[in-house]
Structure formats: structure tokens, C-alpha cells
């Protein structure tokens, strides 16, 4: 494939973006590490605010809004070993900003260039999917053990009770209609926090499957012309700390006493899993 790929990074709260980007910071510039994708340049964003994003990500520490809510957009140039170049974006734009988009079914046309990229990554929290609740199910359940629900006053529905899949859905359709529509494109799914969800003993495409059925049968379906792949991502590799509440976990100095931090990050397609978390944004340039 010919000519500069312009990829970017989007989804829900949450989802994990910018431990996503702290890691693949720190990846792409760790000597002697082995990526499909090698740094070529900072196209836009800020070298110590990234640095200092690497830097909580190595010593285990989770990344706080009040660190993060000064960033700006992040774009930065790798190249493969063919001398392939991509323009990776973590655009200036919040989790909840996208959720909103679905939600008010507004545009801000500021988020265009972000939206219209021919590739795209978009990242679902395997921890926190929102799996439909149906009435019928809690009725029938509630009668086989002799519960009597108490009256309660009718909950006005809102926006955020939606399962997860139907708001990923409804995005994704939106992004191939009207002036967001460029035609055929490749999206990158990558479940996060891969490490809460491993232990269930499935695939990332099992994941999608038994948890997302909705998104599996849109891009299945072919109903709009995504070329697609799912991978698990633990960008992590486990629990992290959150100083504000003087947490120590085992667990977390485990990572911290890997040789490479590189080490602790796991990426799986299919049954293959390695460090390399340049491998779903190659998979988006070949």
C-alpha cells in the first residue's frame, strides 16, 4: 500500500486510550524493543507530557483525569521495516465526547478529520461491557425464586442505560452515513483490559461473540463495508495503583520487577498472543 495511512484512536469512557498510548509510547522508544511499527517522528502533541504518561504507565500507577485533562491531540509518524509510514492520532477528543455524538445525534464538525480516517481504532473496556437486561428475564427469575418485587416508582430511561453493543452499533453506522460516509474502511477492535476477561478461557472473536452478539452480526453482515479484525489488549498487564487512595498490590510490583515493562503488555489474535502493540495498527496499514 502506497502513500501516508492516517489512523485514529477513538472510543467510549473508559475504554482504555490513554494507557493505549502510554504504553505504545513507551514501546516504540524502548531500546532494543521488537515492533511490527518503529518511531519515526512526533507529528503533533507534547514530548513531556507524553514522557510523564510513560513514566506513571512504568511505575504502575493509573493514569488520573486531573493528569490527563490538560492533553491535546497526539499524533505521531511510524514507519514499518518497508518504510511504510502512518500518522497515528489520539485526537483532543474525551470518551464522553464520542458518547455524546451517539446521544444527541450531533456532529461537531471539529471531530471530522477525526472521523473520516480511513483506519480506525476503536477500543471496547472488556471489564465494563453493559450487557442488556430484559424485563422478561428478570420477571421469569424473579418468580422462580418467590420474589416479589417492591412497587417502585417507573425509571425514566436515559441515554447511558444503553448496552454497550447498541451504542458501538449506532456509532459505527453513523460513521458510514452522510458526510462521515468515505466509502469502504478498516476498523481495529481491541477489547481492553484483556487481563480481566482472559480468565474466561475465550478468544477475543469468543468474546465478541457471547458478549457483543449485536456488533459480531453488524460486521458480520457486511451491511456496511468495514474491513475489520478484533484483538484482546492489556495494555497493563494487571492491576495498577491509584496513589490518591494509598494502594500496594503484589500484583502491581510484580510488573514493576519485569525486566522489560514491555513485557507486561499483552496483545492476542486468536489464540497468538505477544508484546508487540504496534500489531493492530500494522494489520491496518497491510
Do not use: C
Request: glycine share 8%; net charge negative; proline share 5%.
Amino acid at each position: 500500500m502506497s502513500g501516508e495511512i492516517h489512523i485514529s484512536i477513538v472510543g467510549l469512557p473508559s475504554s482504555g486510550k490513554t494507557t493505549f498510548l502510554a504504553a505504545l509510547w513507551h514501546m516504540v522508544r524502548e531500546t532494543g524493543a521488537d515492533t511490527a511499527l518503529s518511531f519515526d517522528r512526533l507529528s503533533q502533541g507534547n514530548y513531556e507530557h507524553l514522557n510523564a504518561l510513560a513514566k506513571l504507565w512504568r511505575s504502575g500507577t493509573i493514569q488520573q483525569r486531573t493528569q490527563v485533562s490538560g492533553a491535546k491531540a497526539v499524533t505521531m509518524r511510524l514507519k514499518d521495516d518497508d518504510g511504510q509510514k502512518v500518522e497515528v492520532s489520539f485526537p483532543d477528543l474525551p470518551g464522553e465526547d464520542f458518547s455524546r455524538m451517539w446521544e444527541r445525534r450531533e456532529l461537531d464538525k471539529g471531530m471530522l478529520e477525526t472521523l473520516t480516517a480511513p483506519s480506525l481504532v476503536l477500543m471496547i473496556n472488556g471489564d465494563t461491557i453493559k450487557m442488556p437486561a430484559w424485563l422478561v428475564d428478570w420477571a421469569t427469575l424473579q418468580r422462580k425464586l418467590g420474589i416479589v418485587p417492591p412497587e417502585k416508582e417507573p425509571i425514566e430511561w436515559s441515554a447511558d442505560m444503553a448496552p454497550t453493543q447498541v451504542r458501538i452499533v449506532d456509532l459505527l453506522q453513523m460513521l458510514m452515513s452522510g458526510e462521515l460516509n468515505i466509502g469502504g474502511r478498516r476498523l481495529a477492535l481491541l477489547i481492553s483490559a484483556w487481563d480481566k476477561v482472559e480468565g474466561e478461557g475465550q478468544t477475543p472473536a469468543e468474546i465478541l461473540e457471547s458478549k457483543l452478539p449485536f456488533l459480531s452480526q453488524y460486521l458480520r453482515s457486511g451491511r456496511d463495508p468495514w474491513t475489520w479484525q478484533v484483538w484482546g489488549l492489556s495494555a497493563q498487564g494487571g492491576v495498577y495503583e491509584d496513589p490518591e487512595k494509598d494502594e500496594n498490590f503484589a500484583e502491581t510490583d510484580r510488573l514493576r520487577d519485569l525486566e522489560r515493562p514491555s513485557d507486561r503488555i499483552k496483545v492476542v489474535d486468536g489464540d497468538a498472543v505477544s508484546s508487540d502493540i504496534t500489531k493492530p495498527l500494522k494489520w491496518l496499514i497491510d
